[in-house]
C-alpha cells in the first residue's frame, strides 16, 4: 500500500496550484520573479491603527510595502487580504500589478467600498514598490519622471479661539510653511479639527465630547479669515475643511461668506450623499473647491470631474485601491483643469504617505499635498518616512517607494486595546441627532 501523502500547509498547495492556473504574461523564456507570500503588519506606533501589507517574491531579498489603512475598521481588511487576496496573489509574477488589480476588483462580483479598496491597495502600492526596486528607480520615474523638485504641502493650524490659531499659522509661516489650513474650536461644541475638550485627545477620540452645533460653527467661519487675512497679509494661502458637517445650503452660505478671503480651498461642504448640491454651489461662490477623501466608487467622483464642479481632488489612496487607479484618476482630471491633493492624514501610514509624493512628484496637474509631520516613534518604526523641509515634502531617491519597515519596532506597539476596536464615537447634535463626523 502507497504511504500516505505528507499533509501539505494550504499556502504549500497553492504554491502547487496557482503558477500553473494563472496566465503568464511574463518574456518568453524568463523565469518571472513571484509572490511568494502577502503578510498583514499591524501596529500604531503613536496610537493610530496602520495597516500595512508585506508582499515577499522569490528573491530571498526582494519585499514590496502597501498601506491598507482603514483605521476604523482594520481588521476587517485584514480578512479581506488574507482569506480574498492573498491566495489570488501567491505565484504571480509580481509584475502583473495591473491584471491583479482587476482580477481582485472583480473578484467579489460586488465591489467598491473601503474595506475591499483598502485590502487592494495593501498589495497594489506593494507591487509598485518591487516594481521599482526590480527598475533601481523611484517609483515617480516609472510614471514618466519629475514635473517639480518636490512636493508643496499645507499643515493645520487650529485654536481655541482666533488669537490661538492665528498664533499657530504664524509659527508655521515661520517654519517655512506657505499652505496653512485654519480651524478653530466652536464654544461648547464638538467641533472638527481642533484638539478635544480636554485638548488632549482629538474631537472624535474625546469620551467627554460636547454635542455640536453646526450653525455657530457656520457663523464663526467667515469671521476667523476676516481675522487670519487681516493679521497675516496677503501671500498666505488658506485653507479650510467643512468636513460634511452642516447642511448643504450652510455649506453654500459659508462659501458664499469666506469669498473674500481668498481660500486656497474650501474642503468637503457636502457628504458624498449631496454630490448634487455641487451644481448649486457653483452657482453661488467661487472660492475653490477640494472634495473627495471619502469617496471609494468612481461614479461618485468622475461626473464632478468632467462637469468641472470641484477644483482639488482628495481622494484618499488606499480607499479608492492604491496606485494604479489614482494614477488613472490623476491623467483624468489632467482633462478637466481639476488638480490633485491627495488626503494625507495621521491615520494614512508612512507608506501612503510615500506613494502619494510619488504621484506628487509626476503629476502636471498636482496642487497641493495635505502633510502629516509623524512623530519620532512613527519615523522609526517606519524608516524613510518622507522629509519634510522649507514648507516641501522631498523624495530620498531610493528605489521602489524609498519607504521601509522595521518590524521588530513595530511589533513592539500593538493596536491600543480600545472597545469599539477604531471605530469613531458617534457625534451628536444638542438634541441627541447622530451627526456626519
Ligand atoms: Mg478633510
Same mark, same amino acid.
Given at each position: ?11 504549500e ?30 501596529t ?12 515577499e ?31 489570488? *496573489? ?12 482587476? *482580477? ?10 473601503? &474595506?475591499? =479598496? =483598502?485590502?487592494l491597495?495593501?498589495?497594489?502600492? /506593494? ?19 519629475k514635473?517639480r523638485?518636490?512636493? =508643496? ?12 490659531v492665528?498664533?499657530? *499659522?504664524k /509659527? ?21 479639527? &481642533? ?6 485627545a ?12 453646526p450653525?455657530?460653527y *457656520?457663523r464663526i ?8 487675512? /487681516? ?25 458664499k461668506?469666506?469669498?473674500p ?11 458624498p ?18 472634495m ?8 461618485e ?10 477644483d ?10 492604491g ?7 490623476? /491623467?483624468?482630471?489632467?482633462y ?7 488626503h ?59 519607504i ?34
Amino acid at each position: 500500500m502507497a504511504k500516505k501523502q505528507a499533509k501539505t500547509t494550504k499556502t504549500e498547495a497553492i504554491e502547487q496550484i496557482i503558477p500553473d492556473a494563472w496566465p503568464k504574461y511574463a518574456a518568453a523564456g524568463k523565469d518571472p520573479v513571484r509572490i511568494r507570500d502577502v503578510r498583514v503588519i499591524l501596529t500604531a506606533p503613536d496610537g493610530i491603527r496602520l495597516v500595512i501589507v508585506k508582499i515577499e517574491t522569490s528573491e530571498p531579498e526582494l519585499y514590496g510595502l502597501g498601506c491598507a489603512t482603514f483605521t476604523q475598521r482594520p481588521l476587517a481588511v485584514v480578512e479581506a487580504i488574507e482569506q480574498y487576496l492573498k491566495p489570488m *496573489a501567491i505565484g504571480r509574477d509580481v509584475h502583473d500589478s495591473e491584471d491583479l488589480f482587476q *482580477a481582485g476588483y472583480l473578484s467579489s462580483y460586488w465591489r467598491s467600498g473601503p &474595506v475591499l =479598496n =483598502n485590502a487592494l491597495s495593501g498589495l497594489d502600492m /506593494a507591487l509598485w514598490d518591487i516594481k521599482g526596486k526590480l527598475a533601481g528607480m523611484p517609483v515617480y520615474q516609472l510614471f514618466g519622471g519629475k514635473s517639480r523638485r518636490a512636493a =508643496n504641502v499645507y499643515v493645520h493650524a487650529s485654536g481655541r479661539d482666533f488669537a490661538e490659531v492665528e498664533e499657530s *499659522a504664524k /509659527a508655521y509661516w515661520d517654519e517655512g510653511y506657505r499652505y496653512i489650513r485654519c480651524q478653530v474650536a466652536v464654544p461648547n461644541s464638538a467641533t472638527y479639527g &481642533v484638539s478635544g475638550k480636554s485638548m488632549q485627545a482629538a474631537y472624535h477620540l474625546d469620551p467627554q465630547q460636547d454635542a455640536w452645533d453646526p450653525d455657530a460653527y *457656520a457663523r464663526i467661519v467667515p469671521r476667523l479669515f476676516d481675522h487670519i487675512r /487681516a493679521r497675516m497679509g496677503d501671500e498666505v494661502e488658506l485653507l479650510h475643511d467643512i468636513h460634511e458637517r452642516v447642511p448643504p445650503i450652510t455649506a453654500i452660505r459659508i462659501a458664499k461668506e469666506v469669498e473674500p478671503y481668498r481660500l486656497f480651498f474650501l474642503e468637503d461642504p457636502f457628504a458624498p450623499e449631496d454630490n448634487g448640491y455641487f451644481p448649486l454651489l457653483r452657482q453661488h461662490s467661487s472660492v475653490p473647491i477640494a472634495m473627495g477623501e471619502l469617496y471609494v466608487n468612481q461614479a461618485e467622483y468622475v461626473d464632478l470631474v468632467k462637469d468641472r464642479l470641484i477644483d482639488f481632488m482628495r481622494v484618499h489612496l488606499s480607499d479608492i485601491g492604491g496606485l494604479t487607479p489614482a494614477r488613472k484618476l490623476a /491623467a483624468f482630471c489632467e482633462y478637466f483643469g481639476v488638480r490633485t491633493a491627495w488626503h494625507g492624514p495621521g491615520d494614512a501610514s508612512p507608506v501612503a504617505h510615500a506613494a502619494n509624493l510619488q504621484l506628487d512628484l509626476n503629476t502636471p496637474n498636482f496642487g497641493i499635498q495635505e502633510a502629516y509631520l509623524p512623530p519620532d516613534r512613527t519615523r522609526e518604526v517606519f524608516p524613510g518616512t518622507p522629509e519634510i523641509r522649507d514648507g516641501q515634502m522631498w523624495s530620498n531617491e531610493q528605489p521602489g517607494l524609498g519607504i521601509d519597515l522595521d518590524e521588530k519596532r513595530a511589533a513592539k506597539y500593538p493596536y491600543p486595546d480600545h472597545a469599539l476596536n477604531g471605530a469613531w464615537p458617534p457625534i451628536r447634535l444638542k438634541d441627541g441627532t447622530v451627526q456626519r463626523p
